[in-house]
């Protein structure tokens, strides 16, 4: 009796998410709160994380520019406040995004090349191909579809506004000081010092630092991602102190190596 109670409880819970999903699209009431600005350092990714760094690996060089300067990852909204309002935990949209929705196709097996190419305008392609290396091995298809297809975001302007704040963020100070490291290991206190005060904020609770682990000689202080938080409503205004908002720790220990 208790088992048959059981499966039908999870039925029930299974067409109540159904229909949540479903009545969200319809109302097209997809409004969220930030973003996350997710950039790779390319030389650690290309130490420990060889699918996000993709290919452009094997043809780096030590002076490129990936080398110097943050790589794209991808520009995620939050939550839809109306999935929030239905008690969806965010971090099960952070596994889904909009593949969450019946009418978006089933995530694909690896990466995301088995969605359709992307039709980008020729200088959007160009500008995209260097700043985000593993675009040729199918991330740009991932990040548009599993993260903004759903949210009705055009496909050139959601990557031109990803384009525009990347060419921000290596034109300040921030990224001369990664570059002034590279090679070095850093205190995280301090690498998080140089973000609070390059970007003129109060605090630097708005990064999120992202370290791995170097396969074969234990290393596990490679850092791969900075992840900045972005409020929604003030995105046009980065890098104004009023666009950041709190977001998570990170996983990198006291000490942080900066590959170059």
Request: with cysteine; net charge positive.
């Amino acid at each position: 009796m208790r088992i048959a109670v059981k499966g039908l409880l999870i039925l029930l819970l299974s067409l109540s998410w159904a229909g949540a999903s479903h009545a969200v699209e319809s109302s097209r009431d997809m409004r969220f709160q930030h973003y996350t600005f997710a950039l790779i350092w390319q030389p650690g990714a290309c130490m420990v994380h060889a699918r996000l760094a993709g290919p452009a690996c094997d043809l780096r060089i030590s002076g490129g520019v990936s080398s110097r300067q943050w790589s794209l990852h991808g520009l995620w909204p939050s939550i839809p406040d109306a999935l929030s309002r239905q008690g969806i935990a965010p971090p099960t949209w952070w596994r889904n995004g909009c593949y969450f929705f019946p009418s978006q196709q089933a995530i694909p097996a690896a990466r995301s090349c088995q969605n359709p190419v992307l039709d980008l305008q020729p200088t959007v392609r160009a500008q995209l191909d260097l700043a985000m290396p593993a675009a040729r091995s199918g991330l740009d298809r991932h990040e548009y579809y599993k993260h903004a297809a759903c949210y009705g975001f055009k496909q050139n302007s959601f990557f031109r506004r990803a384009l525009n704040l990347l060419k921000v963020v290596n034109a300040n100070a921030f990224t001369a000081f990664m570059r002034r490291h590279r090679g070095r290991v850093v205190n995280r206190a301090t690498l998080r010092q140089a973000f609070r005060k390059d970007f003129s904020l109060l605090s630097s609770q708005a990064l999120e630092l992202r370290c791995s682990t170097q396969p074969g000689n234990g290393r596990q202080d490679v850092l791969v991602q900075a992840w900045m938080t972005l409020r929604a409503d003030r995105i046009k205004e980065f890098p104004a102190p009023e666009s950041f908002m709190s977001g998570r720790r990170g996983n990198c220990a006291e000490w942080i190596f900066i590959a170059r």
